[in-house]
């Protein structure tokens, strides 16, 4: 099955932590993209990639990072400077070199600060 | 700055009713609007991709509408059903290739 995974579903992270975000993409797109959706909210873009070994900040990358080693990862890691973590967080992929095509997501990871 | 608005927030409908969810977008200049579906703890599922230069698209009892000059999009949901109930989003795509999503409608279809 072609899709886009994402692990861990809940995750746990303690004051001071960083943690690593994974999503994984079997469709062979080029573009990849992390959101951020907080309750009664929309999405909100905090980083993309259009092709490998390079990527931009979207609205909200402050105390986010990310790399794109390869075409189908995209890690998101969450630092110690984001202050307030807590939030859905879903991972994107589009085919690249257009602007009309579908985005496509996966099953999101629920980061919960302790 | 591209803003999308959903209207209404939440909507509570008896089985059976057809009905319409608002979507508008403040810079007319896109490149396509797409419709999601959310359901609770979920990611996102693709409804429907209208293209700029498109007025419309369907899929089953899915309609959705484009007018793009006025910055207005609906989605037209024929014949609900209780399984039709959650949370449905619209987002624009425009210039550097990134989409702006709406706050989303919460839709409940009661049996």
């Known amino acids: 099955d072609g899709g886009i995974t994402q692990s861990p579903k809940y995750l746990f992270r303690k004051e001071g932590q960083n943690v690593t975000l994974s999503c994984e993409q079997n469709?062979?797109?080029?573009?990849m993209y992390w959101y951020r959706q907080d309750p009664g909210q929309g999405l909100r873009l905090i980083y993309y990639?259009?092709?490998?070994?390079?990527?931009q900040k979207g609205d909200i990358a402050e105390g986010y990072s990310v790399s794109r080693e390869k075409k189908e990862s995209f890690p998101l890691t969450v630092t110690s400077a984001q202050k307030n973590p807590t939030a859905f967080y879903l991972c994107?992929?589009?085919?690249?070199?257009?602007?009309?095509?579908?985005?496509?997501f996966g099953p999101g990871t629920r980061l919960t600060v302790l | 700055k591209q803003e999308v608005t959903q209207i209404p927030a939440a909507l509570s409908v008896p089985e059976g009713e057809n009905l319409v969810l608002n979507c508008s977008f403040t810079?007319?200049?896109?490149?396509?609007l797409q419709w999601f579906r959310q359901d609770p703890g979920k990611g996102l599922t693709s409804l429907l991709l209208?293209?700029?230069?498109?007025r419309e698209q369907t899929s089953g009892r899915l309609n959705a509408s484009l007018d793009k000059s006025s910055g207005r999009s609906t989605l037209y949901i024929a014949a609900s059903q209780p399984g039709d109930s959650a949370t449905y989003l619209c987002?624009?795509?425009?210039?550097?290739?990134?989409?702006?999503f709406g706050a989303g409608t919460i839709l409940r279809v009661k049996s």
């Open positions: 994107a992929s589009t085919v690249g070199g257009t602007s009309s095509n579908e985005q496509f």
């Open positions: 469709l062979n797109h080029d573009a």
């Open positions: 990639s259009q092709i490998v070994n390079d990527f």
């Open positions: 810079d007319s200049a896109i490149y396509n």
């Open positions: 209208i293209q700029s230069s498109q």
């Open positions: 987002a624009v795509r425009g210039y550097g290739n990134k989409l702006v």
